[in-house]
């Protein structure tokens, strides 16, 4: 009971979310980068559109199978020892980017880096929920979530630089040396997470696997992270190109779009995190998308727009994508029982790369260039398309949440 009414972080605790929201800063930098440096990639690769929207996708796709291929044995180990095998193959992967020269090549090293980056994401969820009880997860969630805010104040916009300066090679390996830093920190600061392992059962990988995935309330909450990936990355692999081709924005300008878009997340994913602890999540989670919905339908009509009016909309508007994240994930963590948080995780983090590589794969089919710098065509169709995931996601959410709340026994924490 007394975790029920504990409402402050120990020493030890916030050292781990530090820690993994570094690391969710370099696995979310590694996936985004792509993005910012695509035109840069196009042009020296000579690759077409459709061949960049499969050097997005093939990261999402290999997660995806990963996820899959593990997760009946997410709840066999030390979590800590996972999350370092896992996190190692990633740097290796990153490396390979980095010394690619060809489109196979980028394209093979990024399926390699998915492979690990998969299981490596859904491992941090998996800890969070394992560390953490639920009426702090909204504030762990706002804090981790802060890695894809550092990913665009520091993170992208360095990227940029040295991609602009040097090469993208330079970008990859840059990520490389800093995750090298957090492997070492996860190495020392952690400690064994074991205390799943005393819920095991006798079912072998393959039957905990089928287990988790034809629990029905379980499904629903699967349902719902596939959508809310798909709503949130979208419009992403292609914006970049948008914003240079259609929007008029230069490309040494591009970093302080991505500076700035990355400072409005830093000051509101903390915000939302404790009002996800406070207040009823669902409530806002919705208030989060319809907004998200009206910024998007304009954002996707914008033509050739100054600078100064493009840093403020793209801060409100990256803002309250981000602010649905943080009360959808803190009650996707409610979802799973103990001794199946891995293998739910390790299934929602799949489910979140296949939806990434569809969206992607869409989005590549929907929008059209017909130059190098010719404007990006249809891209107000992809912003029709992302409303109406949008919704869906208010919908399947808005499931979990009555599920969650039906349960017989209490959940933890103020409010869900």
């Known amino acids: 009971m007394n975790q029920q009414v504990k409402t402050e972080f120990t020493s030890y ?18 996936f985004m980068i792509i993005a910012p440096i695509g035109d840069l990639l196009i042009k020296t690769l000579d690759i077409s559109t459709k061949q960049f929207g499969f050097v997005v996708s093939s990261y999402a796709f290999s997660a ?9 044995f997410a709840d066999k180990f030390d979590r800590k020892k996972m999350l370092l095998v896992f996190f190692s193959g990633f740097i290796v992967g990153t490396l390979l980017c980095s010394l690619a020269t060809s489109y196979m090549e980028i394209l093979s090293a990024r399926i390699i880096t998915g492979i690990f980056a998969g299981v490596t994401g859904s491992t941090i969820l998996t800890i969070i929920a394992d560390i953490f009880p639920a009426n702090m997860r909204g504030r762990v969630m706002g804090v981790v979530q802060m890695g894809f805010g550092f990913s665009q104040v520091i993170g992208i916009p360095l990227g940029l630089f040295i991609a602009t300066r040097f090469d993208w090679h330079s ?15 996860i190495a020392f600061v952690f400690k064994p997470i074991t205390e799943h392992l005393q ?37 992403m692999p292609f914006s970049t190109i948008f914003l240079v081709n259609n929007v008029h924005i230069a490309n040494e300008h591009l970093p302080i779009i991505f500076l700035t878009t990355g400072l409005s997340s830093l000051v509101v994913m903390p915000v939302v995190g404790k009002l996800s602890d406070k207040y009823d999540r669902f409530r806002i989670f919705m208030f989060a998308g319809i907004v998200a919905s009206f910024m998007t339908i304009i954002y996707t009509h914008l033509t050739v727009t100054p600078l100064w009016i493009m840093v403020i909309f793209n801060m ?6 981000m602010s649905r994240m943080s009360p959808a ?54 912003g029709y398309v992302t409303v109406a995931v949008f919704i869906m996601c208010i919908y399947l959410v808005r499931q979990v949440d009555l599920s969650l709340k039906a349960r017989p026994t209490p959940i933890l924490g103020r409010a869900h």
């Open 13 to 30: 605790q916030k050292m781990v979310m530090l820690v993994l929201a570094l690391l969710q800063f370099v696995i979310v930098l590694d």
């Open 64 to 72: 995806a199978i990963s996820g899959i291929a593990i997760a009946g």
């Open 171 to 185: 970008t990859f390996i840059s990520i490389v040396v800093v995750t090298v830093f957090i492997w070492f920190a």
């Open 199 to 235: 819920y095991q059962s006798d079912k072998n990988a393959f039957a905990h696997l089928w287990h988790t995935l034809k629990n029905k309330d379980y499904q629903i909450g699967f349902m719902a992270t596939t959508f809310l990936t798909i709503g949130g990355f979208i419009l």
């Open 316 to 321: 409100v508007f990256f803002a309250t994508i």
């Open 329 to 382: 994930m803190a009650l996707n963590s409610m979802v799973p029982k103990p001794e199946d948080r891995g293998a739910y995780m390790s299934i929602s983090s799949s489910l979140q790369q296949t939806a990434g590589g569809l969206g992607s794969i869409v989005a590549g089919l929907i929008v059209y260039q017909a130059s190098e710098t010719s404007p990006l065509e249809h891209f107000d169709i992809l």
